[in-house]
């Protein structure tokens, strides 16, 4: 299926929809006059060289210029300019925005988002995707930024913390952040409930987080920074994972839970 329609699209369509890039109106405009302007020069031309009577010269400008036009040079043109016609929109370098992860902790209290954002707005920073998750001392926020290319972390944490922001921690990611998080959980549980021993793998995808291997480490003291979180399993007593310099959001660690009693429901109810 993906030949066939690269061959009949030219490769340039969207790989999810399947349609082609809309044309710009500029390469749309030059595409409708390299068809136009040649066959209007040679008509004229002709028409010129055998002075027809005047209403037999306008009526075979008009019709042939017409058919010539909409039936055969415009639609073999765009055809021929297809590729560049329909090229996917491009950026220049220096404009491409770049993308932030950022956890902030604020107080649970009236305008403290508000003021957040409009610190992000001093610095043209575009608040793509957040999540609010109720903690204790306040409430933990997940923003997903973007923001013109110049810009830092440092000034990112100096604007966040300007706004009464603490326990501030910025990362730069990618597009897969903005992947919508319930169809990601849902998609994982369906992956867990069809085979349990992927649990491990599953709750390490959807936490952005590293499997711990190593039990001998899980003997011993560990952070209290809540950068390791437990789980859970139905063979080895609890799973664990590490997320250095992240720590994990009450919300994240029921997600994981669930994911496990997932798995255990799953291993009761498997046939045998």
Not at 75 to 104: C, E, F, K, N, Y
Not at 218 to 227: C, I, Q, V, W, Y
Not at 230 to 255: Q, V
Request: hydrophobic fraction near 45%; aromatic fraction near 4%; charged fraction near 20%.
């Amino acid at each position: 299926m993906e030949p066939l329609r690269t061959a009949l699209i030219g490769g340039t369509a969207c790989e999810v929809c399947g349609r082609l890039p809309h044309p710009r109106r500029m390469r749309l405009t030059v595409a409708k006059l390299l068809a136009i302007f040649p066959v209007e020069f040679a008509l004229h031309a002709v028409v010129l060289a055998l002075h027809p009577p005047y209403v037999v010269a306008v009526s075979l400008l008009v019709i042939a210029t017409t058919a010539l036009v909409i039936w055969v040079i415009e639609p073999s043109t765009m055809r021929l300019l297809r590729s560049w016609l329909h090229a996917p929109h491009t950026r220049p370098a220096a404009g491409i925005d770049a993308l932030w992860r950022i956890r902030v902790t604020l107080t649970d209290r009236a305008g403290a988002l508000e003021r957040l954002t409009h610190e992000l707005a001093e610095l043209d920073a575009n608040i793509l995707g957040l999540h609010v998750h109720p903690i204790p001392d306040g409430v933990r926020d997940e923003l997903v930024v973007s923001t013109p290319d110049p810009t830092t972390p440092e000034s990112l944490l100096e604007a966040i913390e300007l706004a009464g922001g603490r326990d501030v921690h910025v990362w730069p990611t990618t597009t897969l952040a903005l992947v919508d998080g319930q169809t990601k959980a849902l998609s994982l549980s369906a992956r867990v409930v069809g085979d349990p021993s992927e649990l491990p793998h599953a709750v390490a995808e959807l936490l952005g987080a590293q499997l711990v291997t190593d039990r001998a480490a899980l003997a011993g003291p560990l952070p209290s920074d809540g950068t390791v979180l437990k789980i859970p399993s139905p063979w080895t007593g609890l799973f664990a994972f590490t997320r250095p310099g992240e720590p994990f959001t009450p919300a994240e660690s029921a997600r994981a839970h669930r994911l496990a009693q997932l798995a255990e429901l799953a291993l009761v109810n498997r046939p045998g």
